[in-house]
């Protein structure tokens, strides 16, 4: 059975840092996409960030230069490292991890998501 744990989240003010950790278990975590995605309140969910298997990474342009995702196979568990955070970046986040190579039958696996609230 495969789970995400997601844990970090929390009260930041505008400009600070947090860093976020989703460990993985029930599953082969090397073989995984692991994504970060958002929720903002009234929103749809969006992809922040994710690592391929390989290790490359891919973010949305709202986050480039201020986010970094990484990934720590032995310890199966994928970081969101979050610098500079504005008003903006408010919302749930939620862990995802995808078994590669993709597919149209590729299943997805969800965390519950941890909360991140940043204030001015």
């Known amino acids: 059975q495969v789970q995400l744990v997601e844990s970090g989240g929390g009260l930041v003010q505008a400009g600070g840092s947090l860093r976020l950790s989703c460990a993985a278990s029930?599953?082969?975590?090397?073989?995984?996409?692991l994504g970060w995605y958002r929720q903002a309140p009234g929103k749809g969910r969006e992809l922040v960030a994710d690592i391929t298997s390989g290790g490359s990474t891919n973010y949305v342009d709202s986050v480039k230069g201020r986010f970094t995702i990484s990934r720590d196979n032995a310890k199966n568990t994928v970081y969101l490292q979050m610098n500079s955070l504005k008003l903006e970046d408010t919302g749930v986040y939620y862990c995802?991890?995808?078994?590669?190579?993709?597919?149209?039958?590729?299943?997805?696996?969800w965390g519950k998501g941890t909360l991140v609230s940043v204030s001015s």
């Open positions: 029930g599953m082969g975590f090397s073989s995984n996409r």
């Open positions: 995802n991890a995808r078994r590669e190579p993709l597919s149209v039958r590729t299943i997805n696996y």
